[in-house]
């Protein structure tokens, strides 16, 4: 076995409904947990449909009405440079899927400025990391999230962290702009590689056919350079939750099923 696969999980749903059903209770139950110690939870948000399904069915979920999220913050890994409210936004996707169903205070919502607040890309990128830095965690200037979401592109991407583009080596900085993404809109924030994997969970949640090369070289030790998916590591955990089709390059040895 290569190295380095031992140190991650990869649990197979068949569809992506079954995905998304698996993945919301988990998230749900340790964001609670972690609550009910009395302790606040820093949980970082993707974008992608895989995503706003995920947050779908947790929106559905009755344990999300039980749980006091007054303790609980959300973030995002990365975010698009438009205006707020448009439909590009990651932060728009989550609200409209989830958080905007929550008993939740204004102030732990922490979406990054966009094009319209009357700032430019490098002031979004600065201000987000100045609010990040407001929660030290063990780990730096920003908080040690108890579950990180990532989507994969079939490129390998992650949040905003493109395969060969400079931000994904970039660790003396806790957000950057992108200005040439290789998918649209061009202009982008993004947590570099760091904050990231200050995370104590690192949850990676793909689905299709089309991710299945870029999950077998995740897991197969490639570069995080050229294939930043590689790269993510959770100090604690890091699972790929991942349907059938998204599968077809996973050792058997990796493989937990849900079903």
């Known amino acids: 076995m290569p ?49 706003a399904a995920v947050l779908g069915a947790a929106a559905r979920a009755p ?3 039980s749980i006091d999220w007054s303790r609980v913050h959300f973030w995002w890994c990365d975010e698009r440079f438009v205006p707020a409210g448009h439909a590009d936004r990651n932060d728009r996707q989550a609200r409209e899927a989830f958080l905007d169903g929550l008993d939740i205070p204004a102030e732990n919502i922490h979406a990054a400025l966009g ?8 002031a979004a990128a600065a201000a987000y990391a100045e609010d990040l830095a407001r929660f030290p965690g063990r780990e730096g200037a920003w908080p040690s999230f108890d579950v990180c979401f990532l989507g994969v592109g079939p490129d390998g991407h992650i949040a905003s962290l493109f395969p060969d583009h400079p931000e994904i080596q970039i660790t003396d900085r806790s957000v950057v702009p992108v200005r040439d993404a290789p998918k649209p809109p061009s202009e982008r924030i993004t947590m570099t590689r760091p904050v990231i994997n200050s ?20 897991l197969a030790g ?16 890091t699972t790929f939750f991942v349907d059938q089709a998204a599968a077809a390059q996973v050792p058997p040895d990796l493989i937990d099923r849900e079903y």
């Open 3 to 51: 190295e380095g696969w031992a140190e991650k999980r990869v649990i197979i749903s068949p569809d992506p409904v079954a995905l998304a059903e698996s993945v919301a209770p988990r998230f749900l139950r340790r964001v609670a947990a972690r609550v009910d110690e009395g302790k606040l939870a820093h949980v970082a948000l993707t974008g992608g449909w895989m995503a």
């Open 63 to 65: 344990r999300a009405q």
């Open 115 to 122: 094009s319209g607040d009357g700032v430019d890309l490098d």
């Open 199 to 218: 995370s104590k969970r690192v949850w990676l949640v793909l689905a299709g056919p089309d991710k299945a090369a870029a999950l077998g070289l995740a």
């Open 222 to 237: 490639a570069s995080y350079a050229s294939v930043p998916a590689a790269g993510a590591k959770g100090r604690k955990r």
